[in-house]
RNA sequence: CGGGGUAUAGCUCAGCCUGGUAGAGCGCAGCUUUCGGGAAGCUGAAGUCGGAGGUUCAAAUCCUCUUACCCCGACCA
């Protein structure tokens, strides 16, 4: 490709609306433009990525033997009748109604037409197991689209329906698509991690999430350093003490004037301890709109799925109004603890183990020092309420974990026979006897694949793109081409031979000046770049530089085309 | 949906408080010089100031309504 004849409409400045990395640059590097909130035009530059994507993710679904499909993604109401979803999905499901008044939806997924194609299409249990995908367009109507194609209401998906007689068939095509997903990202040149997730209220055995690990992405997960465990921050179990709590070295607690100081990290710089030594209590609503006390380490955070899953309290947690603390507990939010509080106290384990600790009197501006579990208050009732943190033990018991963040660009699970026994899915098995079909759903979002690669993979200069996925695998910049013919040779030739052999190539025989070539290739990320000048074209050699090299380096020219041929295969 | 904010040239924004001829930088078109890291000069095209209504001799500016978009909260590929 020229670039002459190649839409390559790249933003020297940074649109106001792009929040994070990923959204800027492929704004700036003109693959995307928005339309309306949520909804995106690919252009050339980005599409040819979004292909990429795609065309890996077809390629190890159909080596897993996986057949691929494709359904409209305007779907009749009726069928979301029968699964009961039609009331059950909110607003996020957009609902259209045709000239004849016949109500649709544009399909956020598709586990009703799939389920319903299969039933009418599979007949015996010679034709199971099967697994059927579809690379396409979905839409959720989401309260807040943000962050460019990572969360938008239109995107595209490669979503996977399997079907299976048995518990046993659903267990081993699960497996094959773990393995395939792990192919997937592999080939995409991306750091990922499976991780266990929540298989909420779908009633699935097994469900993993798996995470491009990158800062900015919006879930928190956990693994360990010794094992593959790995989770999602907010399923991760943390286990009882195993230890004796320490004994007591104060004689007895004792009331101190912490005057103005609210949070741990005033009480303890104020008291000169450490956060670890202090206790923080959080009052949330429990049953029947009471309150309840949380109680955890100064330094731990809550973890409000395990909290909202306790009986005593309310789901979802909500945490108690000023107004409502002060009425039962008579103190400002600051000074709360758990001594004496007249409503239930649940502490979190690594709580229980503190002792001679330091927590709120209850009383405006005052807190407790040297304060102990049993002598000075109750043994408290311990439960599991905070999210795991670096150096946790891995619940596995082996290693210790490491806390980083990841977005979710896939997510693999178990359906079961919800949709199969509510649609009425059934086959007959050996014996005639009809038998309902159990499920498996399996998603990557292919445009977020796209948004998650240039964040997890930039720098300064823009986007560095794995080469299997890059637009354009190598760059060719001549220098002044317009008044060498000698050079217009060269370079036509060489773009010649990398085409013939198969390689992604843009030429930019645009007339601009040097640095706003090299600053165009950088920022769309090109992984390998080859300059050519005059000055070079004597000693036969040309410049060559990789995208994250420091330096440039001068190649043969009769070598430069198996060279860098050999650095794309190997980096493929 | 609740709270906050923005809307002026293709992009980034100033002008609004204190009403009086529509602005800058970048980009775009042309010319000249320059030519291996986002060049310089000159010339030019480009805006019914988101929309509607109101106040006023006069509205980008003040008021009311409205639409779109963005940010903060509950979801998910």
Same mark, same amino acid.
């Given at each position: 490709m020229r670039t002459s004849r190649f839409l390559l409409s790249t933003l020297r400045e940074t649109p106001a !609306?792009?929040? #994070?990395i990923s959204h800027q640059l492929m704004l700036r590097a003109g693959m995307i433009r928005k339309l309306a909130a949520g909804l995106y035009t690919w252009l050339p530059l980005g599409l040819r990525v979004l292909r990429k994507v795609e065309n890996i993710v077809r390629e190890e679904m159909d080596r897993s033997g996986a057949q691929e499909v494709l359904m409209p993604a305007i779907q009749p109401a009726e069928l979301w009748q029968e699964s009961k979803r039609w009331e059950q999905y909110g607003p996020e499901l957009l609902r259209i109604t045709d000239r004849h008044q016949r109500e649709f939806c544009f399909g956020p997924t598709h586990e009703e037409i799939i389920t319903d194609l299969i039933r009418r299409e599979i007949r015996s249990y010679k034709q199971l197991p099967a697994n059927f995908y579809q690379i396409q367009t979905k839409f959720r109507d989401e309260i807040r689209p943000r962050f460019g194609v990572m969360r938008a209401r239109e995107f595209l998906m490669k979503d996977a329906y399997s079907f299976h007689l048995t518990e046993e068939s659903l267990q081993e095509t699960y497996q094959v698509m773990y393995e395939t997903y792990q192919r997937i990202f592999s080939r995409l040149g991306l750091t990922f991690r499976p991780v266990v997730a929540d298989s909420g209220n779908i009633g699935g055995n097994r469900s993993h999430e798996f995470h491009v690990l990158a800062d900015s992405g919006e879930d928190a997960i956990a693994y360990s350093t010794e094992s593959d465990y790995a989770a999602n921050v907010e399923m991760v179990e943390l286990p009882a003490p195993s230890e004796e709590r320490l004994k007591p070295t104060t004689p007895s607690l004792a009331m101190v004037n912490t005057p103005d100081q609210h949070t741990i990290e005033e009480v303890a710089k104020f008291l000169r #301890? @450490?956060?670890?030594?202090c206790l923080k209590t959080l009052i949330v609503i429990g049953e029947n709109d009471s309150l309840v006390a949380l109680v955890l380490r100064g330094d731990h955070s809550l973890n409000v799925i395990k909290a909202a899953k306790h009986p005593k309290v309310a789901s979802p947690l909500t945490f108690a109004s000023a107004e409502q603390i002060r009425a039962v /507990? $008579?103190? !400002? /939010? $600051? @000074?709360? $603890?758990?001594? @004496?509080? &007249?409503i239930p106290v649940l502490v979190d384990y690594a709580a229980t183990q503190v002792t001679d600790f330091v927590c709120g009197a209850n009383k405006e501006g005052q807190h407790l020092v040297g304060v102990n579990w049993g002598r000075d208050l109750p043994e408290p009732h311990k439960v599991d309420l905070r999210n795991a943190e670096t150096g946790d033990p891995s619940p596995d018991g082996k290693g210790t974990l490491v806390v980083t963040r990841g977005i979710e660009v896939g997510h693999i699970f178990q359906l079961g026979d919800k949709y199969s026994h509510a649609m009425q899915t059934a086959v007959l098995d050996e014996q005639g006897r009809s038998v309902t079909l159990t499920m498996g759903c399996y998603g990557i979002g292919v445009s977020r694949v796209v948004a998650a690669a240039i964040e997890q993979n930039h720098d300064e200069q823009g986007i560095i793109f794995p080469t299997a996925i890059t637009p354009f695998e190598v760059a060719i910049l001549p220098m &002044?081409?317009?008044?060498s013919i000698r050079l217009q040779e060269v370079v036509e030739n060489l773009y010649q031979q990398f085409q013939a052999a198969g390689v992604d190539v843009l030429l930019d !025989?645009?007339?601009?000046r040097p640095g706003v070539m090299f600053a165009d290739i950088e920022l769309i990320g090109i992984p390998h770049r080859l300059v050519l000048g005059e000055r070079g074209l004597d000693e036969g050699q040309i410049e060559y530089k990789g995208r994250q090299d420091k330096d440039t380096q001068l190649l043969a020219l009769d070598q430069v085309v198996n060279i860098i041929i050999g650095k794309i295969n190997s980096e493929k």
């Open positions: !609306d792009a929040e #994070v #301890v @450490s956060p670890q030594q /507990i $008579g103190c !400002d /939010i $600051g @000074s709360i $603890g758990p001594i @004496s509080l &007249n &002044n081409m317009h008044k !025989d645009r007339k601009e």
